[in-house]
């Protein structure tokens, strides 16, 4: 696979060292860790997968990113940080992703200079360049690589990857920031966020592998495949209950269906 050789060259050309990769258990980054794996098992070096436990992501990442980075053969290191630390991100701005990977990727450089390492790399994919990501301007600055991007991979072709790679997260779809749930502007509780990820959970347990919740005051804008539409019709009795339950008053299905980035919709870019 000429997508897979390049990947490959491309971990060739760091050299003889010790590597580490920002990693989530995604597809993104598990495509990073093998290769980056592949590449020091030939030389006899490590890889550190390192993983954020953070209040602003889904519980059952941490699992997912144990699994697979075992499967890699890297040596898996969680790093514990509270991302609300940073005032700044308190009211939920509309450069919060710059300011949650600064922080995040400055406690992964500490991390890896302590190991001797100098080589970080992270899991941006091409397409990533080509939406509202104020992350991956944070990612720069701090000399961290994006050989996804760099080599001009598109999150479709990284699927294919994993795949010929074997990897068990290659179906496996995206799994942002809780954050992302709410408007910009709105203060973010891990109590809410708590919430959402629970209800996202129970509702990918139904059978709607993909899904957001949006919170928007006392509305809740389901997002789910549109092909997913009459199984929610007809669970919409039970679907609305567990909401309920979980403490949401309005519930509604949104009629585009699920699309990434939805809450970017007022950003110039």
């Known amino acids: 696979m000429e997508i897979r050789t390049r990947l490959v060259n491309y971990m060739k050309e760091l050299g003889d060292k010790d590597l580490c990769v920002a990693f989530s258990g995604g597809v993104d980054s598990s495509v990073i860790l093998r290769a980056a794996c592949e590449a020091a098992a030939a030389n006899g070096k490590k890889v550190y997968a390192v993983t954020f436990e953070t209040k602003l992501h889904p519980k059952a990442d941490l699992p997912q990113a144990q699994k697979v980075a075992k499967e890699a053969g890297a040596i898996h290191h969680v790093i514990y940080v509270n991302e609300l630390d940073n005032e700044e991100m308190l009211n939920n701005p509309v450069n919060r992703c710059y300011l949650?990977?600064?922080?995040?990727?400055?406690?992964?450089?500490?991390?890896?200079?302590?190991?001797?390492i100098d080589t970080i790399m992270e899991g941006n994919n091409a397409d990533d360049l080509l939406i509202y990501r104020p992350g991956t301007q944070a990612v720069k600055e701090l000399g961290v690589l994006s050989p996804l991007a760099e080599l001009g991979i598109t999150k479709a072709q990284v699927r294919e990857i994993a795949a010929d790679m074997g990897l068990s997260c290659a179906s496996r779809p995206s799994s942002p920031c809780l954050a992302t749930r709410l408007p910009y502007g709105t203060p973010i509780s891990f109590e809410l966020l708590a919430r959402v990820d629970a209800g996202e959970q129970w509702l990918k347990e139904q059978g709607f592998p993909i899904?957001?919740?949006?919170?928007h005051g006392d509305i809740l804008r389901i997002e789910i495949e549109k092909e997913r539409f009459s199984d929610f019709i007809a669970m919409a009795d039970k679907i609305t209950a567990k909401m309920k339950e979980l403490g949401f008053v309005y519930i509604t299905l949104d009629a585009e269906g699920f699309r990434s980035g939805s809450m970017d919709v007022h950003i110039v870019k």
Not at 101 to 115: D, G, I, P, S
Not at 211 to 215: A, E, F, K, N, Q
Request: aromatic share 14%; proline share 0%; with cysteine.
């Open 211 to 215: 899904v957001r919740l949006r919170v």
């Open 100 to 116: 949650c990977k600064k922080y995040l990727f400055q406690n992964l450089l500490t991390f890896a200079a302590e190991k001797g």
